[in-house]
């Protein structure tokens, strides 16, 4: 057995590395057409995983925490998941302290992202001109990635300084497949969402 004895620092930065290597993996399983090959990569992101998990838990020993499930209770799209599934989603986002004047996407580029506010504001500014403030914590931003052809359809602009919890677009298809039952949850709280908001912004009840 090798043991590794790790500064803080190091440590966060080999975690870094592991979710930024988990995540093309997990684009490489979605899309590679052997079944052979997608489960060889299946059993190897499992791995990571396990790795990724003592590293986690050596991390907390030291003092980071990873992110507590309170904090996701009242996000929109996840209503009505189990604490066990709340703790399987927070693995997978990341905290994001954002300054004042600072565009988190634009129209048109290519949608990679999904974003959770917990505190701040973020203005969304449709194509036909009109921005629509979002201020309430738990609301989720930037849903375009979900949608053919994948770009962002509006521009999203924090107008304070803003927290935001953030998860990349490959972890958001890899969690709901790897998870169905969750996955047709949160689908069906986005599906709410994304209708309330349209209805909202085209200025009809809803």
């Given amino acids: 057995m090798v043991s590794l004895d790790l500064s803080d620092p190091k440590a966060e930065l080999l975690r870094e590395v592991l979710v930024g290597y988990l995540t093309e993996l997990r684009m490489e399983i979605a899309y590679s057409p052997k079944k052979e090959l997608r489960n060889f990569l299946k059993k190897r992101g499992e791995e990571l995983e396990k790795l990724l998990r003592i590293l986690e838990e050596k991390l907390?020993?030291?003092?980071?925490?990873?992110?507590?499930?309170?904090?996701?209770?009242?996000?929109?799209?996840?209503?009505?998941?189990?604490?066990?599934?709340?703790?399987?989603?927070?693995?997978?986002?990341?905290d994001e302290t954002v300054a004042e004047g600072v565009t988190l996407f634009e129209e048109g580029q290519k949608a990679d992202r999904l974003f959770i506010l917990e505190a701040g504001e973020v203005m969304v500014r449709l194509p036909r001109g009109e921005s629509y403030p979002i201020r309430t914590p738990g609301k989720i931003i930037g849903w375009s990635f979900l949608i053919p052809p994948n770009r962002y359809t509006?521009?999203?602009?924090?107008?304070?300084?803003?927290?935001?919890?953030?998860?990349?677009?490959?972890?958001?298809?890899?969690?709901?497949?790897?998870?169905?039952?969750?996955?047709?949850?949160?689908m069906a709280n986005l599906a709410q969402v994304v209708a309330g908001r349209l209805l909202q912004w085209s200025g009809q009840p809803g």
Wanted: aromatic share 8%.
């Fill in 154 to 186: 509006a521009s999203g602009q924090t107008m304070v300084p803003s927290s935001l919890l953030v998860m990349q677009s490959p972890d958001f298809y890899y969690l709901i497949h790897k998870e169905p039952r969750m996955g047709v949850k949160v």
């Fill in 60 to 94: 907390a020993e030291s003092g980071r925490n990873p992110i507590n499930i309170d904090r996701l209770r009242k996000v929109d799209v996840l209503q009505g998941l189990t604490d066990w599934e709340l703790k399987v989603v927070a693995q997978f986002l990341r």
